[in-house]
């Protein structure tokens, strides 16, 4: 591969917004004005919203929206009462935050960036980190890990939200097992390949020795838990676990 991993990935995001990607699509006005009169959730899995009790007052908490861009959760945590950094390797990701900070009437301070180099923020710099699902996009957790451990406050949270590996495994239609874990296809030009011909990026598997050891091992302590589905299709329908979600404090 002649370009970094992570440019395919925000090229293949860019792409995926445009298309109208559920992920990229912001929240409405109404929405917001819901957000703003107290009712409102966020997700960091495809459907479980993330338990209010995690988030304390969020009332002038400094939060960053790590991979958090789209225009979803950070207008949510701005209607709260949070102030709100977004950062996010996708160009129309930052777009659809500031298209709604411009429809809204708020600021917010949108950067882009690449997560698996070193974050461009002050040590203790955060009340609150919110990172949905997007590890799955990165070979190597420890780094983001550590970074978000410099970056928080003492006494800060971190939220995450992964997949568990698990749907690597299937088809696309979840009918078969067809690949081996772990799934990498910076190790296997078949699965690159495959990625490739479906427009899917570049996506890695994790164990949750990665996903909740490393977070630990960055220095962490795990308060919470909770596993999730994924949105569609038969394990779905089954109701397999295929998603979790972390809070984690820096004491």
């Not at 009169?37 to 995690?54: A, I, M, Q, R």
């Not at 950062?87 to 935050?97: G, H, K, P, T």
Request: proline share 6%; hydrophobic share 35%.
């Amino acid at each position: 591969m002649n370009k970094k991993y992570t440019d395919v990935n925000r090229e293949s995001v860019n792409r995926w917004v445009s298309s109208g990607w559920e992920w990229g699509t912001p929240i409405t006005h109404q929405q917001y004005i819901d957000a703003r009169n107290g009712k409102w959730d966020v997700l960091l899995t495809p459907v479980t919203p993330v338990p209010h009790s995690w988030f304390g007052n969020p009332t002038g908490k400094k939060v960053l929206g790590l991979a958090s861009g789209g225009g979803q959760q950070m207008p949510i945590f701005n209607a709260i009462g949070a102030d709100c950094t977004v950062f996010d390797l996708s160009d129309r990701m930052l777009e659809a935050e500031n298209l709604v900070a411009s429809r809204e009437g708020y600021s917010i301070r949108a950067i882009q960036g690449d997560m698996t180099e070193p974050l461009p923020f002050e040590d203790e710099e955060f009340d609150l980190i919110f990172n949905p699902v997007s590890n799955c996009y990165i070979q190597d957790l420890m780094p983001v890990f550590r970074e978000c451990f410099r970056i928080l406050k003492k006494g800060g949270i971190l939220m995450v939200g992964f997949d568990n590996g698990l749907g690597y495994a299937f088809n696309d239609e979840q009918t078969a097992l067809v690949h081996k874990l772990p799934f990498n296809p910076l190790e296997d030009p078949a699965l690159m390949k495959e990625l490739e011909d479906e427009d899917g990026g570049i996506q890695f598997s994790h164990t949750l020795k990665e996903e909740i050891g490393g977070q630990i091992e960055a220095g962490l302590v795990i308060q919470d838990i909770f596993e999730d589905t994924i949105h569609y299709g038969l394990l779905e329908k089954f109701n397999v676990p295929t998603f979790c979600a972390t809070l984690a404090r820096k004491n």
